[in-house]
């Protein structure tokens, strides 16, 4: 361990906010920008979602292959980013559909292990893992809050041109999320030079088991089978929602005009930040509130907020054109259900995936789920999200947001009922406490 326990834990830290910085600022924008300013059409974007799914199933193989063998972790760290940031700053100018999948799928395979080894690297130097790695990891929400803020500032004072018609308007804020990339890419640079800095995380070249099919046995009863199940159709659910999210936060906010760009900018990125400040307070009440409810009931609450920030979406503008009532409020509270969303349902599962399984395989198990959450959830959700915008778009182009939300809205009304038949109820002892 480098320096005193606190010093490691600040470095650390500034690790975790630049690692999701680096993400943040152009994931949420990634579905306006191909759509309204490059004009791919829905199909062609599900691939780019799709295609960095493709690098978080391959990512496990890189990083123990390398990272873990060759390589000390710090080192591995700083050239992934370094060449991340190279490539991702050219997404901003590619305008072909086969160019920008292919610089996708690049990236995609570079940056994605590069989350996991962040994981372990803080694992590897924290004096008590349990105590300090939530302290630390809370900087890569702030990162991602920072970064979503800091473009929406940028689009309203670099790309909001006066005076112009709100078609006007929009067109430029989607030409300028383009500087979304060059901020990543910046970002991903000043990372990896970062990475050199931190402390010596050598390789561990001996042999390492494998205990993914002994693993697979546990999954396959009780409440892991119902809650692995679940979890596909709930991360396409989740999947949607960063999608479309900001393509119709960033209309609603041109056609609201409100106070609240002031102080999160436009494009919807920034607004979308509040889901993260949401996520902080869940997670931190989580230690109390998981003392006192049944991880059913964790679960369904989450997946009841998932329900009911897709109803907000769906029916504000309806409500608002009904009564006249500003549907800002509305949408906002949407927003901020991210925050019971992932932390009900997204970490209690984390939870449950180490409490029912034994401990030689948790590691495994935990990778499993990662891979269901993060491979197949993306991969299947945003052919799905891309799909139902085709079905939700008119001849003209015209969005229907009301059709487009519904779906995922009843889609996960339909998994709690699975959740509330099918999963045990009661409050249950973990199957393996050691």
């Not at 997404?91 to 920008?100: D, I, M, R, T, V």
């Not at 970002?187 to 001996?206: D, I, K």
């Not at 979308?272 to 869940?282: K, R, Y």
């Amino acid at each position: 361990m480098h320096g005193s326990p606190s010093m490691v834990k600040t470095r650390l830290s500034m690790m975790m906010f630049l690692q999701y910085a680096i993400w943040g600022a152009w994931l949420p924008l990634l579905w306006p920008f191909l759509s309204n300013h490059r004009e791919f059409e829905p199909g062609e974007i599900g691939d780019m979602f799709a295609i960095g799914a493709v690098g978080a199933i391959i990512a496990p193989f890189i990083a123990g292959q390398i990272a873990d063998r060759y390589f000390s972790t710090e080192r591995f760290l700083a050239v992934s980013h370094i060449l991340g940031g190279v490539l991702v700053w050219f997404l901003a100018s590619l305008e072909g559909y086969w160019a920008f999948l292919g610089f996708s799928l690049a990236y995609s395979v570079i940056y994605s292990p590069t989350l996991s080894l962040t994981n372990s690297i803080s694992f590897h130097h924290l004096p008590d893992r349990d105590r300090d790695f939530g302290k630390v990891r809370v900087w890569g929400t702030v990162g991602w809050i920072a970064v979503g803020i800091g473009i929406g500032q940028w689009l309203l004072h670099m790309h909001t041109p006066v005076d112009a018609t709100q078609e006007a308007v929009l067109a430029a804020q989607y030409e300028g999320m383009g500087d979304a990339f060059r901020l990543s890419g910046i970002l991903g640079v000043l990372m990896g030079l970062y990475c050199f800095t931190l402390p010596h995380t050598p390789p561990a070249r001996g042999e390492q088991s494998n205990a993914t099919f002994e693993a697979i046995g546990e999954v396959r009863r009780n409440p892991l089978l119902t809650l692995f199940l679940l979890a596909v159709p709930i991360s396409c659910i989740h999947q949607f929602y960063f999608v479309h999210t900001a393509g119709f936060l960033g209309q609603f906010q041109s056609e609201a005009a409100t106070t609240i760009n002031k102080v999160f900018g436009v494009g919807g990125a920034g607004l979308m930040t509040i889901g993260q400040m949401s996520e902080i307070l869940v997670l931190a009440a989580m230690p109390f509130v998981a003392k006192s409810l049944s991880r059913k009931t964790l679960l369904a609450i989450g997946i009841l907020a998932y329900a009911a920030r897709m109803a907000l979406f769906a029916y504000a503008g309806d409500l608002s054109a009904a009564t006249g009532i500003d549907p800002t409020p509305l949408v906002v509270l949407g927003v901020a259900m991210h925050g019971l969303c992932f932390g009900c349902f997204i970490f209690v599962a984390f939870m449950i995936v180490d409490e029912e399984t034994t401990a030689d395989v948790r590691a495994s198990a935990q990778s499993l789920f990662n891979l269901v959450i993060v491979g197949i959830g993306i991969i299947v959700g945003s052919y799905i999200a891309t799909g139902v915008a085709s079905w939700a778009t008119d001849e003209a182009g015209v969005m229907n947001f009301t059709t487009l939300f519904s779906v995922p809205m009843w889609a996960a009304l339909a998994c709690l009922v699975l959740l509330l038949v099918f999963y045990p109820g009661g409050r249950r002892s973990p199957r393996h406490p050691d």
